[in-house]
């Protein structure tokens, strides 16, 4: 996932540089270039948070205790009662094997990134000038831009944001993720048990993980309890002594299904109240009108019957290609000051508004430093053959005379 990009202009090129060129331009995908902090893998088709590595923290949580109930539970078929402890590991790998795969799901998918702008959008009014606002007036010059813009939604009126990293007025419910430097559709928090943020696209799959671990941990909590009282006319301390495995997972469930359970209800509270957890704490919905509820049933029905979006962004197409330097491109300085698309990163300063390097100034510095180099050996050069046309006809002169 190379992020180089070619920086330098050169007034004449040898063979070596124009090779190297033609290797910088090769054509690239999006999710190459792309500038927010997300980790991408199989070309472009998995999509995870900079956080992806908490994944295996969360895989452990689920898959240790899993696993091992269904081995004791393995053991325990050549018992007693075949049939019936048969059945309950069937249950526990299909619990196991759903809340691991709508964990992946959760997790890989796009969630629902809105695309940046590489210009910011023409002014339409003014507004209170804040600190972040004179930096995107600085530059764009004459143009400024209200923090704030109101939009109607369902007959309510909504201000949304606009978000100096992308460059956009963002959509109603959207947010923008510090953690993966997007803005993200309908955003509702940023797991750090998942790596990813939970947002349009990929709620619907965290709810059913969520519910799923639930019902996993209630599983192995309950059928514990069962295989251990099955052991009838045995001393507490005999239980404990021949099923310490038991009671280890009775603890631990009792302990996971508090924290996993209270999130699935909370969620299901926002579901039914059509409410985001950003929106909750934010806006606190519950205490006022909100703008987005449409009743019980039509906000169950939005979450797990609506077709879910395709994504905005399909970061397996290829970049546009773009000359490195565009004059009034907020994207590029950017891109040039911090380097997101590649490895080499520059030391700023910013004096009187004009922006300086520490390795020999901008491009458009290179330019005027080629051009004036340039000029300087053609007076030289024309210099010097007025030299050799005036010797020639000195001495042409001469002869005559």
């Not at 995870?48 to 908490?54: M, N, V």
């Not at 709620?203 to 909590?221: A, E, K």
């Not at 290829?318 to 590649?342: C, H, K, N, T, Y």
Request: proline share 5%; with cysteine; hydrophobic share 35%.
């Amino acid at each position: 996932m190379g992020r180089k990009k070619s920086s330098h202009v050169h007034s004449a090129p040898c063979d070596d540089d124009s090779n190297m060129y033609s290797q910088d331009s090769k054509p690239k995908r999006i999710y190459q270039l792309w500038p927010g902090n997300n980790k991408f893998y199989c070309g472009g088709r998995l999509v995870f948070g900079p956080d992806a590595s908490s994944l295996l923290l969360t895989t452990a949580m689920i898959g240790a205790p899993a696993i091992t109930f269904s081995i004791r539970m393995a053991f325990m078929i050549g018992k007693r009662y075949p049939l019936f402890h048969t059945l309950v590991l069937m249950g526990s790998i299909l619990l196991t094997v759903l809340d691991f795969t709508f964990l992946f799901l959760t997790s890989s998918r796009d969630p629902g990134i809105i695309p940046r702008n590489k210009d910011a959008p023409e002014g339409e009014g003014l507004d209170k000038i804040t600190q972040s606002s004179e930096w995107v007036n600085n530059k764009l010059g004459s143009t400024k831009l209200p923090r704030t813009k109101d939009v109607l939604v369902n007959g309510y009126t909504v201000k949304v944001k606009f978000c100096d990293t992308c460059l956009l007025y963002r959509p109603p419910r959207a947010s923008h993720c510090s953690i993966c430097n997007n803005c993200v559709q309908r955003f509702d928090h940023h797991c750090p048990w998942v790596g990813q943020c939970i947002a349009l696209r990929n709620y619907p799959y965290f709810i059913c993980f969520i519910s799923t671990s639930t019902l996993l941990c209630l599983y192995v909590f309950v059928f514990s309890w069962v295989s251990i009282l099955e052991a009838h006319g045995k001393m507490l301390l005999m239980i404990i002594t021949d099923d310490a495995i038991f009671i280890v997972l009775i603890v631990y469930c009792f302990v996971i299904v508090w924290f996993v359970g209270g999130l699935t209800v909370f969620h299901l509270y926002l579901i039914c109240t059509n409410q985001t957890t950003y929106e909750n704490f934010r806006y606190r919905y519950d205490k006022k009108e909100n703008p987005y509820g449409k009743g019980l049933f039509k906000n169950l029905y939005e979450l797990f019957f609506a077709r879910i979006p395709p994504p905005v962004i399909n970061f397996r197409d290829w970049a546009a290609e773009e000359p490195d330097v565009e004059v009034g491109s907020i994207a590029s300085e950017l891109d040039r000051a911090f380097g997101p698309r590649g490895d080499h990163k520059h030391d700023m300063d910013m004096e009187n508004g004009d922006w300086k390097t520490g390795k020999g100034g901008l491009i458009l510095q290179t330019l005027d430093y080629d051009i004036n180099k340039n000029n300087n050996k053609i007076e030289e050069t024309v210099k010097k053959k007025d030299g050799i046309a005036e010797t020639t006809n000195t001495a042409f002169d001469v002869r005559s005379r």
